[in-house]
């Protein structure tokens, strides 16, 4: 018995012997290569996006701010990923535990913002292709359906907004405006309801 504990404290003691930072950097980059990886397979399959699971939940989306997003997992993972990579190519070529760790620091740091800027354009990018309907005020925009006159009822408006022909519904206080007449979109009354005036 007590020589399989002596062996195990030898192994041990051994072990951690053998535990130096080279060790760490490939356990970084394994670590954050791995993330990086599942959540390429996630997008992939289509689970990275607007579906149930989101791999890339930030503080700024529980904020609802539109700072750089450090906090990311995507941002986190690339950090550990180049610090890693880095670190293990500075110990290989014999650069210096102090170098190697700053080079390896300031690697993880700069692909961490890199990552955060994208993952803000690419928010600012989806959001910019969301149809933001009170952008058709004071538009030029042709009947679609005949609007009655003294707001007696709706009619329907077709009117481009964000680079594209949209459908709304539209009263107006003034005289009837026939299909296929132009008129002058006034105010939003309620959501996808306008009102419009004939064009002078």
């Not at 951690?16 to 599942?38: E, H, M, Q, R, W």
């Not at 170098?99 to 928010?123: L, N, P, W, Y």
Request: hydrophobic share 45%.
């Amino acid at each position: 018995m007590d020589e399989i504990w002596d062996k195990v404290v030898s192994w041990t003691k051994d072990g951690f012997a053998d535990f130096t930072l080279v060790k760490i950097y490939i356990g970084c980059a394994i670590a954050g290569g791995t993330v990086l990886i599942g959540q390429t397979g996630l997008n992939l399959f289509g689970l990275g996006g607007d579906g149930d699971i989101d791999p890339d939940i930030d503080v700024d989306d529980i904020d609802g701010g539109d700072s750089l997003s450090f906090l990311s997992i995507r941002a986190l993972a690339g950090f550990l990923t180049f610090f890693g990579l880095i670190g293990w190519k500075g110990t290989s070529a014999e650069w210096g535990g102090g170098i190697t760790a700053i080079a390896a620091f300031f690697a993880g740091c700069t692909v961490m913002v890199f990552v955060a800027v994208m993952m803000r354009f690419f928010k600012r990018l989806h959001s910019s292709g969301t149809l933001n309907p009170e952008s058709a005020v004071g538009k030029t925009a042709r009947v679609y359906l005949k609007i009655p006159g003294a707001h007696a009822g709706k009619g329907k408006i077709t009117v481009t907004v964000q680079g594209r022909s949209v459908e709304f519904d539209a009263m107006t206080s003034g005289g009837e405006l026939p299909t296929g007449s132009e008129c002058r979109v006034v105010s939003m009354i309620s959501e996808g309801i306008f009102e419009v005036a004939p064009l002078v």
